[in-house]
């Protein structure tokens, strides 16, 4: 069975492939891998990306993270996996468009099941399994722009620790029901610390998002000792655990007014739908307080069409942030924009 070689020197890095399966044609389905080494070989950080093959920013992260770590000061080895997900990726797919599965779903995966299942598997045995914890990088689906920040997951019998979420220092974290086959949850319950982070929006590459996700990876490196430097993260952080979708009542064009990340008061206007054949306009309002965790980006929608995703501040927590003398603290702007429109937790 063939191996990732994780069994590198000191202050190496090696590039390869692994082969998973194949298709029709017996072209293999392949899954490119990075292992960076320091000056010690523990702890083993997971950085994966495009699980979902067109979610794009995370590729880039793991790429110019690579690029950026000085070896020679790295404590610990980094698996970077820049696409699980290689069918899905080259179709521009979230899924592999002939088996129409979420990988998502299936791991931990089955070597006698369709591609989508042998590639859970091939990815969770060879390379999941090797690691003490991780960053599994996403995005939202096409047209659905997601701020920057982790979700922590609890399906039956596990719940995930939120301090591996905590230590990527964004403003909010969201914790909420996972389902059977995610990674996060799976990698769980064999001891696997996998955090689930969202940036941006599938099939686009986005600077702004790239930075936030490579905020998030050093924060992480910081507070786990395996890079110097001190992690940035906010004076407190809000756990929010409510999800709720506005739907548009009309078809035609969203204008938003709201941007992924903003604080909005129930009954605000979040942007209107424009009924392009007559000129009307029809408001789009929040139907609670909360955060704009996401925005639709794909402007063209029917009645019943998700224009933006709210996570509202009923049953949501402000915690106290990780404490380390590794960290420094910085504003909460999440707080900042509560504080300005008179929301209290
Ligand atoms: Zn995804």
Redesign the pocket.
């Known amino acids: 069975m063939e191996k990732i070689n994780l069994d590198i020197g000191e202050g190496e890095v090696r590039k390869g492939i692994i082969k998973c399966t194949e298709l029709e044609d017996s072209t293999p389905v392949i899954i490119p891998y990075f292992v960076m080494r320091g000056i010690q070989d523990k702890p083993i950080m997971l950085l994966n990306a495009a ?2 093959g067109d ?1 794009l920013n995370g590729i880039e992260v793991i790429n110019r993270v690579f690029d950026a770590i000085d070896i020679r000061k790295l404590r610990g080895t980094i698996v970077g996996v820049p696409i699980v997900n290689t069918i899905a990726f080259r179709a521009r797919n979230r899924f592999d468009p002939v088996d129409g599965k979420d990988l ?1 779903r299936f791991f931990p995966g089955d070597d006698k099941g369709s591609i989508t299942q042998r590639i859970a598997h091939c990815f969770f045995h060879k390379f999941v399994k090797r690691v003490n914890f991780g960053i599994d990088l ?2 939202g689906m096409k047209g659905h722009l997601l701020m920057s920040h982790p979700r922590v997951r609890k399906f039956n019998d596990i719940d995930q620790p939120i301090e591996y979420s905590m230590a990527l220092g964004t403003d909010i974290i969201f914790h909420h029901d996972g389902a059977e086959g995610m990674l996060n949850i799976q990698a769980e319950k064999i001891g696997k610390h996998i955090v689930c982070f969202e940036n941006g929006v599938a099939g686009v590459v986005d600077e702004y998002y790239i930075n936030e996700a490579m905020k998030g990876v050093f924060n992480f490196m910081k507070y786990f000792g395996m890079i110097d430097g001190h992690a940035i993260m906010p004076e407190k952080q809000v756990v929010l655990t409510g999800y709720e979708e506005i739907g548009a009542k009309r078809g035609g064009i969203f204008i938003p007014y709201v941007s992924p990340g903003d604080v909005v008061k129930k009954g605000e206007y979040v942007g209107y739908i424009r009924i392009p054949f007559s000129g009307e306009k029809k408001y789009v309002r929040a139907i609670d307080n909360g955060v704009v965790v996401g925005i639709r980006t794909q402007p063209l929608v029917r009645p019943g069409t998700t224009v933006a995703w709210l996570l509202p501040f009923d049953g949501a927590e402000i915690i106290e942030p990780l404490e380390g003398d590794n960290i420094k603290y910085r504003k909460s702007e999440i707080l900042d924009k509560m504080k300005k429109k008179g929301i209290t937790i």
Request: proline share 0%.
């Open positions: 699980i979902h979610e998502n996403h995005t």
